[in-house]
């Protein structure tokens, strides 16, 4: 069994910063890329972030510059740290990661909520 647990999330001002962090737990034998993605009420899901096993990223065109995605091999994490927030980052986020465990699939986090607001 294979979990992903997200922290992080809050309310903040416009301008500001948070970070988030997802753990992978369980029967893991390898991960291969993670990756934040949020939904905004009303709207479709959306990829922000994502980091391959290697390190190479990739970034919505909305958050270049303004957010970072990183890893943690050694402790299954990924983390997205988040600055200059704008009201319209506002969303619940998720964490997603392809991992190899007794089975391999794409499993995804609870989700964090992010509130921009002045």
């Known amino acids: 069994q294979v979990q992903l647990v997200e922290s992080g999330g809050g309310l903040v001002h416009p301008g500001g910063s948070l970070r988030l962090s997802c753990a992978a737990s369980g029967s893991i034998f390898s991960i291969y890329a993670m990756g934040w993605y949020r939904q905004a009420p009303g709207k479709q899901r959306e990829l922000v972030a994502s980091?391959?096993?290697?390190?190479?990223?990739n970034y919505a065109d909305s958050v270049k510059g303004r957010f970072t995605i990183s890893r943690d091999n050694a402790k299954n994490t990924v983390y997205l740290q988040m600055n200059s927030l704008k009201p319209e980052d506002t969303a619940v986020y998720y964490c997603?990661?392809?991992?190899?465990?007794?089975?391999?699939?794409?499993?995804w986090g609870q989700g964090t909520q992010v509130t921009v607001s002045s």
């Open positions: 997603n990661a392809d991992i190899l465990g007794t089975i391999k699939g794409a499993y």
């Open positions: 980091i391959t096993s290697g390190g190479s990223t």
